[in-house]
T-cell receptor, first 115, second 112 residues
């Protein structure tokens, strides 16, 4: 059974704190993604990676960075958390086949509250 | 990116078929039509995808119009567990980036 896990389901942090969100997949997928989901705005892509140590900006990368040191792990970093980063964060992974039929597998999400 | 249009919400009775429509009038010849759904408090999950022909799997069926400008996701016998937001997405073939652009989706309510 395919699996994408995220380090926390719920997280509460204070403004200015550094926040790490971890994502691990056990499917040997090359592609990994970080999205955030907000009411009325749907899912928006923050960053993605198609190989170890590679990263690409998504649609809303400002205020975030990522790290992919190992194939199975993709970390999202909020260098200095702000209240407008309160959101649901979703990690996903997929095979790098170059075909449009590959399924993206999502983790359960981390609900982050920044006070 | 080609865009999709879906109703904001739909209702259906339990154990009846559900037809979820999606319009994609600007679809290109190489775009695949994908459907994902998101159950409450969970991440999205893949449902089905197709290019030109109708497709069936254990979860649903996908009916694609002949001109490909619209498609319909069919749940043959809805259960309460099918209450979710359903996303219709176009994905470009041979897209190395494999990004998915999610729209607002259709919130499906199932009435017992």
């Amino acid at each position: 059974d395919v699996k994408v896990t995220q380090s926390s389901r719920y997280l509460v942090k204070r403004t200015g704190e550094k926040v790490f969100l971890e994502c691990v997949q056990d499917m040997d997928h090359e592609n990994m993604f970080w999205y955030r989901q907000d009411p009325g705005l749907g899912l928006r892509l923050i960053y993605f990676s198609y190989d170890v140590k590679m990263k690409e900006k998504g649609d809303i990368p400002e205020g975030y960075s990522v790290s992919r040191e190992k194939k199975e792990r993709f970390s999202l970093i909020l260098e200095s958390a702000s209240t407008n980063q309160t959101s649901m964060y979703l990690c996903a992974s997929s095979l790098l086949s170059g075909l449009a039929g590959e399924t993206q597998y999502f983790g359960p999400g981390t609900r982050l509250l920044v006070l | 990116d080609a865009k999709t249009t879906q109703p904001n919400s739909m209702e259906s009775n339990e154990e009846e078929p559900v037809h979820l429509p999606c319009n994609h009038s600007t679809i290109s010849g190489t775009d695949y039509i994908h459907w994902y759904r998101q159950l409450p408090s969970q991440g999205p999950e893949y449902v089905i995808h197709g290019l030109t022909s109708n497709v069936n799997n254990r979860m649903a069926s996908l009916a694609i119009a002949e001109d490909r400008k619209s498609s319909t996701l069919i749940l043959h016998r809805a259960t309460l567990r099918d209450a979710a937001v359903y996303y219709c997405i176009l994905r470009e073939a041979m897209n190395r980036d494999d990004k998915i652009i999610f729209g607002k989706g259709t919130r499906l309510h199932i009435l017992p």
